[in-house]
């Protein structure tokens, strides 16, 4: 990829992946730059679908997901999808060796969740070679602490 300016998002079809993926879009757009979503997968054997399996929902849930952005906001920079098997702070922070961005929501489907960041999002924060942007998930705001309802 080419591009004067390159952002990596990852993607996991969490809304707060969505999230930062609408973000890098308009991102990529403003600064004439490119857009690489990555999904990263792991087969871990404990369940009756393949890796082949795996790596196909994987594959779907990217297209899926880059369809939905441009259905969303449109497609005004250019935008490559890549899936790629391994630990998703390990794929992720290789994918953005050299990028000028690394861009990740605040949680999304991980087995664990922290308090303020999804656990993916704190290791790539550390391991990172480029600056991550991580993008939050807003809070839900109960019925009972809106006075219009």
């Known amino acids: ?10 993607v996991d079809g969490s809304e707060g992946s969505r999230r930062a993926l609408d973000w890098a879009a308009r991102e990529a757009a403003e600064r004439g730059g ?3 979503a990555v999904v990263a997968w792991r087969w871990d054997g404990g369940t009756t679908v393949s890796p082949i399996e795996e790596r196909q929902r ?8 880059i369809t939905a952005l441009t259905a969303r906001v449109g497609s005004a920079s250019p935008v490559v999808g890549e899936v790629v098997e391994g630990r998703a702070a390990d794929v992720l922070t290789t994918a953005a060796r050299g990028a000028d961005l690394l861009v990740l929501g605040s949680h999304g489907h991980g ?3 922290h308090t303020v960041l999804g656990s993916v999002s704190e290791e790539c924060i550390r391991k990172a070679t480029c600056p991550v942007v991580v993008i939050p998930v807003p809070a839900l705001v109960s019925s009972a602490a809106d006075p219009t309802s």
Do not use: P
Request: aromatic share 0%; charged share 20%.
């Open 1 to 10: 990829m080419s591009a004067s300016h390159l952002i990596v998002v990852g």
């Open 34 to 36: 490119a857009l690489r």
């Open 58 to 65: 994987a594959s779907e849930l990217l297209d899926q997901e």
């Open 111 to 113: 087995r664990l969740q």
